[in-house]
């Protein structure tokens, strides 16, 4: 056996490789040294990463690569934030990990994970990880996959069970932008003519203000459900958005602060909703006054007959029996938050006032979700400079008239 000076262990194999041992550290159980292998095709090779190690472990740090798999690993570091993710963020990640993470890399070890393996991930997930369909996942749902390992791998860095993250060299796909895609496959919306159509066969039913609402201010479905009537001033035509309604498993519904802070936000309220509104609470504190102590008074805006929450199914049933019923174009309940800012936009309303009343963090969500108006107003708006500038040259024209009489 071959030693140099300070060295430690290193020897020559039977199959000409060499390889050397050093102390790592001490096992807290068994109070045994720990000792790391090194293997090389040169005694140099291996004296050399010895005395790193060496070097590592006298200034604390070195780091013993982690054993465990990925999906234990991903166990632990999600119940660790359970408690500060919402039931459907949780949920979410929960079924996207399940889906698509999981079976990809849950088996491999932390200490084997690499770039290269993580990037092959992301290239299938891309080209041809849509469950649903043939095709790949969108963008978004990329994104997040790539975000969900990376954050979990950050955390097992800061806990010194791998060096470094190696999902920080992962490249995602580019984004390709479609303003038709995003028009024809996300939006389905109304028009004005059918929004009128469609309100007028609603009005008089029970869940008439609820759509009259939904399509005066653009509220979310959970908003809208969530609203209670301390949050509302008819008088000075307005509502705020405070809380939303959210259903967790084996407790039902319940509300819940908004997620971010733009969500959190005053929306002003028209004359037309304010006459529809007063007149639904008008009918819900007499139904309220006939059941009494029968009345369970949360406050809510929209609730059951006996002041509980509502089931938002029911409400977006009816939404696609009047549809069928009428030959109306089929739409989900969001879409009526589409058609909301679909028509305010073409009627002229500015995209930050919009973005506002919406709840956008970012004046680019509004702009990228809604660019299909913009593309159509941009002619409009070219109309009408030209029309500025016409009625300028007619004014100037008729005042040189003027004094020429």
Sequence with gaps: MARGNGEGT????????WCGQVTVGTDPKTGKQRRKTIYGDTRKEVAREMTNIKHKVFTGTYIEPAEMPYA????????GRKNKLSFNTYDGYMKLYKNHIKPEIGQIKLKDLDIRTLQNVIN?????GNLKRPGGLALKTIKLIHSLIKISLDQAVKEELIIKNPANGVELPSKKKSRTSITNKNLNIWTAKEVFKFLSI??????????????????????VFGLRWRNVNLKKQYLEVKEQQLYKNNIGYELIVPKTDSSIRKIPLNDDTVKVLKSHKIRQSE???????????????????DGNHIYPELVTNHLRKVCDAHDLKRIRFHDLRHTFATLALKAGMPAKVLQAILGHSSITTTLDVYSHVLDEMKEDGVDIIQNVYRNAALKNQKEDEDQIN
Excluded at 295 to 305: M, P, Q, T
């Design 287 to 305: 139904h309220k006054l006939m059941l009494g102590e029968n009345y369970n008074d949360i406050g809510l805006v929209f609730c059951k007959e």
């Design 202 to 223: 609603v009005n008089g039913h029970k869940y008439y203000p609820i759509f009259c609402l939904a399509l005066n201010t653009g509220l979310r479905r959970g908003e």
């Design 72 to 79: 234990e690993w991903y166990d632990i570091w999600i119940e």
């Design 10 to 17: 290193i020897y020559k194999r039977k199959d000409d490789r």
């Design 124 to 128: 299938e997930k891309h080209e041809s």
